[in-house]
């Protein structure tokens, strides 16, 4: 577990670590310092000094710099000892089934099993919308077992990291992209390549908490996802998956273009070969180049 800044959170997630029906497990908690100052939080720090003492599964550690998400995980996985791992939220929620349903899936020979998951407010309470939500991610058209042409639903964006005990031998080889905070998919398509077998169990065993303070919810950097997997193989009968995938991107890839000063590469977009030509993009094109035109007149 990554953490940062928000103790009444990590809590909640240890103690439902704590509660799982599984015994054999390590807890790793990285504790990320402030951008600026460089120091951890002070409270949490105090938390984890005194938790540690009586539960001798927890190791945790201080990070060297503020890292944010992918970087912290990719420290955490070189941390790890178990055989197996999940990265979970520090803002999130096991159930006490999570890692021996999940194991189960390990168990039948996958490198990589996942689940459905709930999704749970900042107060703790399950939404309406984790059914939604599942139909969303194009979960609903996975089998129980393993799944065949997992690069399709990967393209999908189907396999939640949330939600997912994988192998660690995997976690340190392939590793996440640096400075990103939506990295998972990049991995589990250089996993699937290297042969990874997934499995999948529809029970929903996780809880994912949505809330204004959560990595993703300051905004997804979607314009380094976008470069990442622009050139990315994909196989011929999946690639119609990608092309989807991608087309669903480039909008969020232009915001954050403009948003970060670089607009030459926010119009170099509406030329690129995964741009939408189909008619009802043309009000989409010209409300774009005219977000672009008053930002440089803006930036001016």
């Given at each position: 577990?990554p953490?940062?800044n928000?103790l009444?959170?990590?809590?909640?997630a240890?103690?439902?670590?704590?509660?799982?029906?599984?015994?054999?497990?390590?807890?790793?908690?990285?504790?990320?310092?402030?951008?600026v100052?460089?120091l951890?939080?002070?409270?949490?720090?105090?938390w984890?000094?005194k938790?540690?003492?009586?539960?001798?599964?927890?190791?945790?550690?201080?990070?060297p710099?503020?890292l944010?998400?992918?970087?912290?995980w990719?420290?955490?996985?070189?941390?790890?000892t178990?055989d197996?791992?999940?990265?979970?939220?520090?803002?999130?929620?096991?159930?006490?089934?999570?890692i021996?349903?999940?194991?189960k899936?390990?168990e039948?020979?996958a490198d990589?099993?996942?689940?459905?998951?709930y999704?749970?407010?900042?107060n703790?309470?399950?939404l309406?919308q984790?059914?939604?939500?599942?139909?969303?991610?194009n979960?609903?058209?996975?089998?129980?077992?393993?799944v065949?042409?997992?690069?399709?639903?990967?393209?999908?964006?189907?396999?939640?990291?949330?939600?997912?005990?994988?192998?660690?031998?995997?976690?340190?080889e392939?590793?996440?992209p640096?400075?990103?905070?939506?990295p998972?998919?990049?991995f589990?398509?250089?996993?699937a390549?290297?042969g990874?077998?997934?499995?999948?169990?529809?029970d929903?065993?996780v809880?994912?908490?949505?809330?204004?303070g959560?990595?993703?919810?300051q905004?997804?950097?979607?314009?380094?996802?976008?470069?990442?997997?622009?050139?990315?193989?994909?196989?011929?009968?999946?690639?119609?998956?990608?092309?989807?995938?991608?087309?669903?991107?480039?909008g969020?890839?232009?915001?954050?273009?403009?948003?970060?000063?670089?607009r030459?590469?926010?119009?170099?977009?509406?030329?690129h070969?995964?741009?939408?030509?189909?008619?009802?993009?043309?009000?989409?094109?010209?409300k774009?180049?005219?977000?672009?035109?008053y930002?440089k007149r803006?930036?001016?």
């Amino acid at each position: 577990m990554p953490t940062y800044n928000r103790l009444n959170y990590l809590q909640e997630a240890y103690e439902s670590v704590k509660a799982t029906q599984f015994e054999k497990l390590e807890i790793i908690i990285s504790l990320d310092v402030h951008p600026v100052s460089g120091l951890p939080d002070k409270s949490i720090l105090r938390w984890l000094k005194k938790v540690s003492e009586f539960d001798r599964r927890i190791n945790f550690f201080i990070t060297p710099q503020n890292l944010g998400l992918s970087n912290n995980w990719n420290f955490i996985a070189e941390k790890a000892t178990g055989d197996y791992m999940m990265l979970l939220g520090d803002d999130d929620r096991l159930l006490p089934s999570t890692i021996l349903e999940l194991y189960k899936g390990i168990e039948a020979g996958a490198d990589i099993s996942f689940s459905n998951h709930y999704l749970i407010n900042e107060n703790g309470i399950r939404l309406t919308q984790s059914e939604q939500n599942t139909r969303r991610f194009n979960r609903y058209l996975l089998e129980n077992g393993i799944v065949h042409n997992i690069e399709k639903y990967i393209w999908l964006n189907a396999v939640p990291i949330s939600a997912a005990l994988i192998k660690t031998e995997l976690l340190k080889e392939i590793r996440f992209p640096p400075d990103m905070n939506t990295p998972e998919i990049v991995f589990f398509l250089k996993a699937a390549q290297k042969g990874a077998i997934f499995h999948f169990n529809s029970d929903y065993l996780v809880e994912y908490r949505v809330h204004s303070g959560s990595a993703t919810s300051q905004g997804l950097f979607l314009e380094k996802l976008f470069e990442c997997l622009d050139d990315f193989s994909v196989t011929p009968a999946n690639e119609r998956y990608k092309i989807q995938f991608m087309q669903h991107l480039i909008g969020g890839a232009f915001h954050r273009y403009i948003k970060t000063g670089q607009r030459k590469k926010a119009l170099q977009l509406f030329f690129h070969r995964y741009y939408p030509r189909r008619a009802n993009y043309i009000f989409s094109f010209v409300k774009q180049l005219f977000s672009l035109i008053y930002y440089k007149r803006k930036a001016l």
